[in-house]
C-alpha cells in the first residue's frame, strides 16, 4: 500500500486526510514515480475550496507537481527509464503528495544531478509558471518589470530571471520581505493603499510588464502602472485581467524544461525556505493558504540522506 493525502469533500481544511491506497499504475503515455518531493501550491486549497468545480469524483488526491525516480513505465514512453530522477506535473487525479504518484512522460523530464529533489518539485508549476509570466511579452534588457506578489514561489523565481534578462525589476511585497525580494537583485515596493504612486515616484513613466500573482484589489491597485495595459499579465485572476485589458498567463509543458537548465546552471534559485513531511500536509497546505508564504513550501516525502 501506499500514502497520498486527500481531501473527502469540497470546502474547508477539515476534511483532509492522509489515506493508503493500492501505487497508481502507470497509462499509456505515463511514467510511475516514487516521489521524493512534492509542490504545495494555492492551485491545491483553491480546488478542495471547490474554485475550480466540484465535478471530481471525491476523495481528490491533493498535488499537482513533484520529484522523484521512475519505478514504471506505461505503454509507448519513450525517453524514461527505470531509476531515472525526474520532476514533472502530476496526471490528473493521480495527486502529487502521495508516496507514489504518475506523470504524464510528455510534462516530466530528467531531473539534473546538480538540483536537489527538494529544488526540483518547485519547478514544475511554479517555476515554469515563473518563466511563462517572463516571456510572455517580449522584453529586451533595461526595460522594466513589476511582479505583484514578488515574495511567493512564483514571484522570487519570475524576479531573479528578470535580473538574468537584466530588466529592471520591481518586486511588490509586504515590509516583512523586504530584504527576501531585494536578495534577488529586485528593487522592493511596499504593498497595499498608494502602491500605484509609490511605483510612479521609482518609474514616472509606467513599466513595460506587470506580472500579477495576487489577483483582485492588489491587481486592480497595480494596473494603473503599466505602459500598456496589454501588458498585464495574471497567473492569479484570469476574470481581473481580462476586464482590466491584460492578458491571462499562458504556461505550456515545454517550459518545464527550458526553466530547469536554468536552474540547473544556477542563474535561479527555486528559494524553498519550507519543507513539511507528508504527515503534516495539512501544515504545509495551511501555510500556502494562509496568502503570506516567503518562497516556496514543499513536502519532504522521502528525507535527501535516505
Ligand atoms: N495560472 C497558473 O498556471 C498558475 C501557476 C502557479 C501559480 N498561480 C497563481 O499565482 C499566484 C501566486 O502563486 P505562488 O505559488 O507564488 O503563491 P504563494 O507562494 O502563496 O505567494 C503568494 C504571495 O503573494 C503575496 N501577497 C499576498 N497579498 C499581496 C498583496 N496585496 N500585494 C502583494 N503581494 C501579496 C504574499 O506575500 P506578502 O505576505 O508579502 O503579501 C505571498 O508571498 C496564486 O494565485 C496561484 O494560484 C497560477
Given at each position: 500500500m501506499s500514502k497520498v493525502y486527500v481531501f473527502?469533500?469540497?470546502?474547508?481544511?477539515?476534511n483532509q486526510q492522509l489515506i493508503e491506497r493500492e501505487p497508481p499504475q502507470p497509462g499509456p503515455g505515463e511514467i510511475g514515480v516514487k516521489v521524493h518531493a512534492a509542490g504545495v501550491n494555492p492551485v491545491d486549497w483553491k480546488l478542495r475550496q471547490g474554485l475550480?468545480?466540484?465535478?471530481?469524483?471525491?476523495p481528490v488526491a491533493l498535488g499537482g507537481e513533484v520529484a522523484g525516480v521512475v519505478t514504471a513505465l506505461g505503454e509507448g514512453v519513450e525517453g524514461f527509464a527505470v531509476g531515472d530522477e525526474v520532476l514533472g506535473l502530476v496526471a490528473d487525479?493521480?495527486?502529487?503528495?502521495?508516496?507514489d504518484t504518475v506523470l504524464p512522460a510528455e510534462s516530466a523530464v530528467i531531473k539534473p544531478k546538480e538540483i536537489s529533489f527538494i529544488d526540483a518539485?518547485?519547478?514544475?508549476i511554479a517555476g515554469s509558471t515563473a518563466y511563462a509570466g517572463t516571456h510572455q511579452v517580449g522584453l529586451e534588457a533595461g526595460q522594466s518589470v513589476l511582479f505583484n506578489?514578488?515574495?511567493g514561489g512564483v514571484g522570487l523565481m519570475a524576479a531573479q530571471i528578470g535580473r538574468v534578462h537584466q530588466f529592471q525589476v520591481l518586486g511588490v511585497g509586504s515590509e516583512d520581505k523586504r530584504a527576501l525580494i531585494e536578495s534577488t537583485g529586485a528593487t522592493f515596493v511596499a504593498s497595499g493603499e498608494g502602491l500605484a504612486e509609490r511605483v510612479r515616484e521609482m518609474a514616472p513613466d509606467g513599466v513595460d510588464l506587470v506580472f500579477d500573482l495576487v489577483g483582485g484589489k492588489a491587481l486592480r491597485q497595480v494596473?494603473?502602472?503599466?505602459?500598456?495595459?496589454?501588458h498585464v499579465i495574471s497567473a492569479a485572476d484570469a476574470q481581473t485581467v481580462t476586464e482590466l485589458g491584460g492578458q491571462v498567463l499562458r504556461r505550456n509543458p515545454e517550459m518545464i524544461a527550458k526553466i530547469t537548465g536554468v536552474i540547473q546552471y544556477g542563474?535561479?534559485?527555486?528559494?524553498?525556505?519550507a519543507t513539511y513531511p507528508l504527515e503534516q500536509a495539512d501544515q504545509a497546505l495551511a501555510h500556502v493558504e494562509s496568502?503570506?508564504?516567503?518562497g516556496k513550501v514543499v513536502l519532504e516525502i522521502i528525507p535527501a540522506d535516505n
Open positions: 473527502t469533500d469540497y470546502g474547508g481544511a477539515d475550480l468545480g466540484t465535478s471530481r469524483p471525491l487525479g493521480a495527486g502529487g503528495y502521495a508516496e518539485a518547485a519547478i514544475p506578489g514578488a515574495g494596473v494603473s502602472v503599466a505602459k500598456d495595459p496589454a542563474l535561479v534559485d527555486p528559494t524553498v525556505l496568502g503570506r508564504t516567503r
